[in-house]
């Protein structure tokens, strides 16, 4: 075995040998026949080899596959807390918006509520077609009678539950509803009176009329007379109660009122006594 070519230590190749095959010497001096041998497989087929084993830039699949879960909790964390974000600052404005509307309301009450007690409070005008389209309805609560020898009852329209709506007006000079629209109307009253003397000739009447532009005089609409409520053995106070209720037909522009034949007996209770219709 010979070799005719020095081995370059630089180059990252392997060594190379030529192998004689041997048989009788060449008599005309000419080289012998050579064979190439290599010690081990070339370098760059190792080279591949191992960059296929460490994968993209240097790393192995494994830990790629990591670093790419880690990557997508770190993202999936901050669109949780974008969208957490948003909808705190969503709920910090309407809360905003109700502690200034019940702001604005208190202040309202705490302006108005002296002229609510002294019956001088008139809410602001609504806007036409918004009272065209609320349902007619009004519910007024008894107040003290200033001269209890008017039988019609004056009520207060704007006072605790008391409320005037759809098109509804209270008439102060005379205690009347006065209705819009014509239609039918579910009218009530209820009154509640304490006789300091009762006995058994105790008697009272409570009646709902209503005064109409065509008709000269009222039209009672519901009527009671109530007698025999006090105990025949014993003369003391005693309280008793009166309610009607019915469903009628109204015209536009009519006014009801409510009667009581002993209006100095009636109870000073706001809620004892109260009148209201609303349109079925």
């Not at 009154?191 to 009329?209: A, K, N, Q």
């Not at 000073?268 to 609303?278: C, D, I, K, R």
């Amino acid at each position: 075995m010979s070799s005719d070519s020095a081995y370059d230590r630089s180059m990252p190749y392997p060594q190379v040998f030529l192998v004689d095959r041997g048989g009788p010497p060449n008599q005309h001096g000419a080289l012998p026949n050579l064979v190439p041998c290599w010690s081990f497989p070339p370098a760059p087929e190792r080279v591949r080899r191992a960059g296929k084993r460490r994968g993209c830039l240097g790393v192995s699949s494994g830990v790629a596959v990591v670093i790419l879960l880690l990557f997508a909790l770190v993202f999936s964390g901050l669109g949780i807390g974008a969208v957490w974000t948003v909808n705190l600052q969503k709920e910090m404005k309407d809360m905003r918006n109700i502690v200034k509307a019940l702001n604005r309301s208190t202040v309202e009450n705490v302006i108005n509520a002296p002229q609510k007690q002294i019956g001088l409070y008139e809410p602001p005008l609504k806007d036409e077609k918004k009272v065209q389209e609320e349902r007619p309805a009004a519910h007024v609560i008894g107040r003290l009678q200033m001269d209890p020898t008017h039988k019609t009852l004056r009520w207060e329209p704007r006072v605790g539950r008391a409320f005037i709506s759809g098109g509804v007006t209270y008439k102060v000079e005379d205690g009347a509803l006065q209705v819009n629209q014509t239609g039918l109307y579910y009218i009530y009253s209820r009154v509640e009176l304490i006789f300091r003397t009762c006995h058994s000739t105790s008697f009272f009447e409570h009646s709902v009329f209503v005064r109409r532009s065509s008709h000269s005089s009222p039209l009672t609409l519901m009527n009671t007379h109530r007698q025999g409520f006090c105990p025949s053995e014993q003369r003391h106070a005693w309280t008793t109660d009166s309610f009607l209720g019915s469903a009628l037909p109204l015209q536009k522009d009519d006014k009801v009122l409510v009667n009581v034949s002993h209006p100095h007996y009636l109870s000073h209770g706001h809620y004892a006594n109260f009148f209201g219709l609303y349109k079925i």
